[in-house]
């Protein structure tokens, strides 16, 4: 597959993926765009072992859980007041707070709910992570009940 | 899709505003990260070179006599050199592990690597600063035999302490600093990596 082709048809998918892990436009749009330095650079190694689709997932999320060593450089806390929250992406509040949720879980689970809302087969996300298939399943249910738990508690403040 | 009152996420997740940049912007970046990756790998190659020009150099220049000089000389430009060649070695590691591999797999490649570099740093620092010690001490020697005990007693007097100073107060406190970094990561991979487990 052409390399543009790629970026046209996986760039939205990557960009949630890494926003549901960071919750930060700025720092999810830089994740998204170090993937796609990452997936040009080894396209050429690409057999079809495994659908385009997980290994470029493979890529994309190995890359969020690196820049975990980014953010102990830069700690988040430690900056000043995001400027770029205020302009754009006035999004609907519930989406935001899907989001934060999202963000907030550990990092492992992060990567499963997105994958799983992402709409991709359990068996590929069991490859992509490197778990069970049964493991997966597990895992996305209880994601999903603890994400509906913190929704529920939000609409009774 | 929706049963009973189940949040509808699949659907929340995709509203998600996302506003694809043109693919002109990312191969701007593109360039400009090849051109720094060859200028990282420049670097390399000329420090190395400058540092065996200049080993050369004082080689042919100053014509040292005795033998320990000659090795004094070479164990300090070797101890520089072993150093920026392991540690750009380690780096290289670290940028080189395949992304393409599963998140379980990857994380225990970073993981082994953190570890490596954790184990090797200490050892490297001790002896870097060991090998440059003793190479300072050799290359003294000519120069000092041709003092008068003061002189000689005075210089090495004073090279020793400034080592004793090194090996005992900056050395502990720069491997402690690169330790607390480089723990601190290491535990929080591993406590990713343990979520996989459970």
């Keep these: 597959m052409e390399f543009e082709q790629i970026y046209k048809m996986y760039w939205d998918r990557i960009f949630r993926l890494c926003m549901g892990f960071v919750n930060d436009y700025d720092t999810a749009q830089d994740l998204t765009q170090e993937t796609f330095i990452i997936v040009w650079q080894k396209l050429e190694t690409f057999r079809n072992e495994s659908a385009i689709g997980t290994w470029i997932f493979r890529i994309a999320s190995n890359n969020c859980l690196r820049q975990i060593e ?7 806390s430690e900056l000043p007041i995001h400027l770029s929250e205020e302009k754009q992406h006035s999004i609907e ?47 996305i249910h209880r994601i999903k009940e603890k994400l509906t738990q913190k929704f529920k508690e939000n609409e009774q403040r | 899709m929706n049963n009973d009152n189940n949040i509808d996420f699949k659907d929340l997740w995709k509203k998600q505003s996302v506003s694809q940049p043109d693919l002109t912007d990312l191969l701007a970046r593109l360039s400009k990260f090849k051109k720094a990756a060859l200028r990282s790998l420049w ?57 393409t591999q599963p998140n379980q797999e990857y994380l225990q490649k970073l993981i082994s690597i953190k570890k490596k570099q954790q184990f090797l740093q200490t050892k490297m620092m001790s002896f870097y600063f060991m090998a440059l010690t003793l190479g300072i001490c050799l290359y003294m020697y000519e120069y000092a035999s041709r003092m008068s005990a003061l002189g000689a007693g005075l210089a090495y ?18 491997i402690k ?21 459970s």
């Design chain 2, 43 to 99: 670097m390399i190659n000329i420090l190395l070179s400058v540092t065996s020009v200049f080993i050369v150099f004082i080689w042919i220049y100053y014509q040292p006599q005795f033998v320990s000089t000659k090795i004094g000389i070479v164990l300090t430009i070797l101890a520089m050199v072993v150093y920026v060649f392991v540690y750009n070695k380690l780096m290289g590691d670290y940028k080189n592990i395949d992304a």
């Design chain 1, 93 to 139: 509040p519930q989406i935001q707070f899907l989001y934060k949720c999202i963000a907030e879980l550990p990092e492992t689970d992060r990567i499963i709910i997105s994958l799983e809302l992402e709409d991709i087969k359990q068996n590929e996300i069991a490859k992509i992570v490197g778990l069970s298939e049964a493991n997966v399943r597990v895992k």
């Design chain 1, 70 to 76: 980014k953010q102990k450089r830069f700690p988040k």
């Design chain 2, 177 to 197: 600093k690169q330790q607390e970094k480089i723990n601190t990561l290491i535990e929080k991979f591993e406590e990713v990596d343990n979520q996989l487990r």
């Design chain 2, 157 to 174: 007097g004073i090279t020793l302490l400034w080592m004793l100073f090194n090996w005992f107060y900056i050395r502990p406190k720069q």
